[in-house]
């Protein structure tokens, strides 16, 4: 079986296996896009994982490897408390009623249960820098696009910008769902780029990271 590696993902399921220490057995990905994702938490975990996108575009080796099917975030087709962990990675910005979609990962997951849900930050002065299967002439695009819309005032989630949340805004709308909500971006980022953890933590304690951390990550649990 081939072992599919990404280095974002696996720090990410690294994290997860530091912070929550309740076996996870059923592991649900929100918006899984292509499946890569679920499929290296499937083996990074030990887990049986289910992906659901709204569209059918599934990588046939990450198919090997977890479910991956078209589902509703808003509607999930499971039944209560079936899942031990929820992951959603980019996801949430682009559902019309991101609240009903974490009432619907509350109610599929179990009591004790946990998450992680990370989106863009709302107020990055740039992003897309570490898109991986994007060209630096689409990275230029997408961002005159932000700014652009940022301009017109168009730039949120509802109008079709790939906005995401402030850091704020997702910490607070998952305070509204889930009973334990813990801010990670500040770990995410100082894992991502170990060698500049001093210049990370400048960042933060400056106040700078509002506008330079490209997306904000959370994690809790039921």
Not at 37 to 54: K, M
Request: include cysteine; charge should be neutral; hydrophobic fraction near 40%.
């Amino acid at each position: 079986m081939i072992a599919l590696t990404d280095s974002k993902t696996e720090t990410v399921a690294a994290l997860i296996s530091e912070f929550h220490t309740e076996p996870i057995r059923k592991l649900l990905v929100v918006g899984c896009g292509s499946g890569l994702e679920a499929a290296i938490l499937a083996q990074r975990l030990g887990a049986d994982v289910t992906g659901i996108d709204i569209e059918e575009n599934f990588d046939l080796a990450a198919l090997a490897l977890c479910e991956l099917k078209k589902g509703d975030a808003m509607a999930l087709e499971f039944g209560d408390g079936l899942f031990d962990f929820i992951f959603s990675y980019h996801a949430l910005e682009h559902i019309d009623e991101p609240e009903t979609a974490l009432r619907e990962m509350h109610r599929t997951l179990k009591s004790g249960g946990g998450f992680w849900i990370g989106t863009p930050n709302k107020e990055r002065f740039i992003g897309y820098i570490g898109g991986k299967n994007t060209s630096l002439s689409e990275k230029i695009r997408w961002n005159i696009l932000d700014w652009r819309m940022r301009l017109t005032g168009n730039f949120e989630n509802k109008l079709g910008a790939h906005a995401g949340f402030t850091r704020k805004e997702l910490g607070d709308l998952l305070r509204s769902v889930f009973g334990q909500v813990d801010d990670r971006t500040l770990q995410y980022f100082k894992r991502i780029y170990p060698g500049k953890r001093r210049l990370i933590e400048t960042l933060e304690n400056s106040g700078l990271s509002r506008s330079v951390y490209p997306s904000v990550y959370f994690s809790g649990s039921k």
